[in-house]
């Protein structure tokens, strides 16, 4: 699997050895998720993993080392639309503003 950065490639190891040891169920990369206000597609944001917990609960996680004005938007927006996800951002060196 490709990655845009080394920093995700080690994360992708950390989440598999995650899986192995049975502290989650398991995860994908890339999720493409469609941001839609008033029926209308803005954007679409792709965090770079999702995982899902044994729980069931799913987790939304950026792999991130600078934010630009785009993803910061973009943010916003999922989480507008979405208030009740459980989104991560690694690595970011700013934090996120809401």
């Known amino acids: 699997m490709m990655y845009d950065s080394k920093s995700e490639a080690n994360f992708a190891r950390h989440l598999d050895a995650r ?9 994908e990369g890339q999720v ?4 839609i206000v008033n029926g209308a597609k803005v954007c679409t944001m792709i965090p770079d993993f999702l995982v899902t917990h044994n729980n069931g609960k799913k987790e ?4 991130k ?3 630009t004005p785009i993803y910061k938007l973009k943010f916003k927006l999922f989480h507008a639309l ?16 809401l």
């Not at 939304?60 to 792999?63: D, G, K, L, T």
């Open 19 to 27: 899986v192995r040891a049975g502290e989650i169920k398991g995860w």
């Open 32 to 35: 493409r998720v469609a941001l």
């Open 60 to 63: 939304y996680i950026e792999v």
């Open 65 to 67: 080392g600078y934010q």
């Open 82 to 97: 979405f208030p009740e996800a459980w989104y991560t951002l690694v690595g970011a060196k700013q934090a996120l503003a």
